[in-house]
């Protein structure tokens, strides 16, 4: 092999065969061993390999597949699997709780994808550790034959006992599993379990704190709470542990079924579940809405993991995290969490490029402390970049650009670099744009790029608005009072945007309404919160004309949703067609809506969930609805296809 052998590591996925042939008086026997040259270690709070840091940017692979029941042992499907991880960005899959048959890791081996392979446990939820049960000798002997049987392979680069443990002594057991381990063979670096306990012997440590929404926060995560904006991070977690840190089961996003998939499953298993969704969606008079749901809450899915990504790319220090998941779990209520189905198949609303953009080797990143802006208002956002590619970046090529919907290009400019070194949170710039040329409320787009790598985040800029010259008759109410409802008698207008909390149980005011999608899904967690999966709405629609928008969920919404309530219209005696469509769980499959317009005896109303009243002058986003729908409702577009009466109204509120 020479003093300098060719290694392997994601860029360069070099193997070497060792032939070996034993020769008796027995007779000959061959063997051939695949393996390759390289070095995974922890070093500080980094991982390295062959003495060049990485970010493992992971996704879990739970034993999923459809057609037969069990793991496809041919390398042919594993490479599948593994170029689909690939093509999104990733370089690293974690087996949750399992150890794959061998083919993965040849697979693995010949792609350059860094695993994480556990012993079959999850000992929670009535099994443990430590307290000298059976399963405490089974998992030393398991772990041996997995070291023996695919020690060799170089993609083989972490180990956990498994997933979760429970158990009073499960400290102590783990130190020991991981100190028995580590000397019998440091070819890898060692975990107790994935997602806790911490144990100072550890090479590494798995868990689930640094990501935007974690089990049981439901509204008070970092993605529900806080206004929109890019720049948190996780140090104040990753500085208290003194070794790299890989965030647990980050994501955990859902989307809205796709029906298409049912054909799929043409093999042991059968979507009787799906059949079921959509069987009471159409019950609910919106099965034709299906596709338009799957692609709008799709949307709002690719956004939060885009948020949950950036977020620990923008972390110092930090190793690396795995997504639950890249692909769906079809089990355990149904965790629609994938952007890929449990086939590792396209779903229709983000390409693989597409993903790429913001979970890749090199991802430029922009702290922004808001996404809303007026014209009065500077537009600021702070450049970084994370970088653990190949090598260092000499003399990179680095640009901006802000653009418009229409792909106009508003301003733009460039930043000079020596070099990009092989680490995150290496700033590149500062943008500062002053907003006062802009005339009219527009979305933007800023881009930014180094070299063949960009990555871009919407932000809004609306003029100060006022007041419509002339809003005719339209009575603009908090409350279905006596006073507006003289105007609808009289023939006249009535904007009713509710407050918060107003809305009665039987009308949706049990439906928890945040920005996020679901969070795994709300069968298996209780009913977590939110309970929708966004907004699907006609951009085109004269009501939104001053509020600029797509179909689906994007960060101009945040207020709108965090300050809203889904309303049930499947109550009302005549077929509603909101404005603005809130996308229920599919468990339920209720036809809700956020903005909803009728006709009301004489007079005409447009009902609005979310409270766009209160506070304006700390909300631009409300104050900016609100003048769109008014200049809607002062027009001559204002002509409602529904009917519904006041007694139906009134039932509304609490």
């Known amino acids: 092999m020479g003093s300098s052998p060719a290694l392997w590591d994601e860029f360069n996925p070099n193997l070497y065969r060792m032939n070996l042939e034993l020769k008796s008086g027995e007779g000959n026997d061959v063997k051939q061993v695949q393996f390759g040259m390289r070095e995974f270690k922890a070093e500080g709070k980094r991982f390295n390999i062959n003495d060049r840091p990485i970010f493992l940017r992971g996704t879990l692979e739970c034993a999923i597949f459809p057609k037969t029941g069990y793991p496809a042992t041919d390398t042919e499907y594993w490479e599948k699997i593994m170029k689909s991880a690939l093509s999104h960005g990733l370089n690293h899959i974690r087996f949750h709780s399992w150890c794959p048959p061998e083919a993965a890791f040849f697979a693995a081996d010949k792609l350059g994808v860094y695993l994480q392979v556990e012993c079959s446990s999850w000992a929670n ?39 979760e443990p429970a158990g009073a002594n499960q400290t102590l ?61 996780f140090r104040h977690i990753i500085e208290r542990v003194p070794m790299p840190y890989v965030s ?95 086939f590792w198949e396209e779903k229709g609303y983000i390409t693989p490029e597409e993903f790429s953009r913001f979970c890749k080797e090199t991802v430029p990143l922009a702290r922004m402390e808001k996404r809303v802006f007026s014209t009065g208002e500077t537009f600021k956002a702070k450049i970084e970049v994370a ?27 460039s930043f000079e670099k020596e070099e990009i070194l092989l680490d995150n949170a290496q700033s590149l710039g500062h943008i500062q744009v002053p907003l006062d040329p802009i005339l009219y409320p527009v979305q933007l787009t800023l881009e930014v790029s180094v070299n063949q790598h960009s990555n871009h985040w919407d932000f809004w800029v609306y003029p100060e608005v006022k007041s419509p ?20 008698n009289n023939g006249g207008k009535v904007l009713w945007a509710l407050p918060q909390n107003s809305l009665s149980a039987t009308a949706g005011g049990n439906i928890a309404v945040g920005f996020s999608s679901i969070f795994w899904n709300t069968a298996w967690t209780s009913g977590q919160a939110p309970h929708t999966l966004g907004i699907l709405c006609n951009p085109e629609h004269a009501a939104l004309a001053a509020f600029p928008t797509e179909y689906h969920s994007n960060w101009q919404w945040w207020d709108a949703m965090h300050h809203g309530q889904a309303i049930i219209l499947n109550g009302f005696e005549n077929k509603i067609e909101p404005i603005v469509r809130v996308i229920d769980d599919w468990f339920e499959n209720r036809s809700l809506g956020l903005i909803f317009e009728a006709q009301v005896g004489d007079g005409k109303i447009l009902v609005s969930g979310a409270d766009i009243l209160s506070d304006l002058e700390n909300r631009l986003e409300a104050k900016q609805l609100l003048y769109s729908l008014e200049n809607y409702m002062a027009s001559h577009q204002f002509e409602p296809a529904s009917r519904i009466s006041l007694d139906e109204l009134t039932k509304l509120t609490k």
């Open 173 to 233: 057991y783990l130190n020991e599993f991981v100190t028995h381990f580590k000397e019998k063979d440091p070819r890898r670096v060692y975990t107790g379990g994935a997602g806790w306990p911490f144990i100072e012997s550890y090479d590494y440590f798995n868990a689930p704190g640094a990501r935007i929404q974690g089990w049981g926060e439901g509204l008070n995560s970092i993605i529900n709470k806080s206004a929109p904006q890019t720049t948190f991070d």
């Open 387 to 413: 970088h653990f590619g190949r090598e260092i970046l000499l003399a990179p090529d680095i640009s901006w650009k802000i653009s418009t919907q229409w792909d106009t290009v508003i301003f733009e400019g």
């Open 469 to 488: 010259i002339d809003k005719g008759d339209v009575h603009v109410t908090d409350e279905l009072d006596e006073a507006a409802i003289e105007v609808l």
């Open 125 to 163: 939820s009535g099994a443990s550790i430590g307290d000298g049960k059976a399963l405490d000798q089974w998992l030393y002997e398991e772990a041996e034959q997995i070291l023996e049987s695919y020690g060799n392979h170089p993609s083989f680069c972490l180990m956990a006992y498994g997933n």
């Open 248 to 342: 647990h089961e980050i994501g955990q996003w859902c989307v809205y079924p796709n029906f298409k998939e049912i054909e799929k499953y043409d093999g042991v298993l059968k979507a009787r579940n799906f059949e079921i969704f959509r069987e009471t969606l159409e019950e609910s008079g919106i099965g034709h809405l299906a596709d338009s749901f799957l692609l709008a809450s799709g949307k709002l899915q690719a956004l939060c993991y885009k948020a949950d990504i950036e977020a620990a790319l923008r972390t110092p220090e930090m190793a690396g995290f795995q997504l639950l998941d890249l692909h769906d779990f079809p089990g355990q209520g149904s965790a629609l969490v994938g952007v890929l189905d449990p």
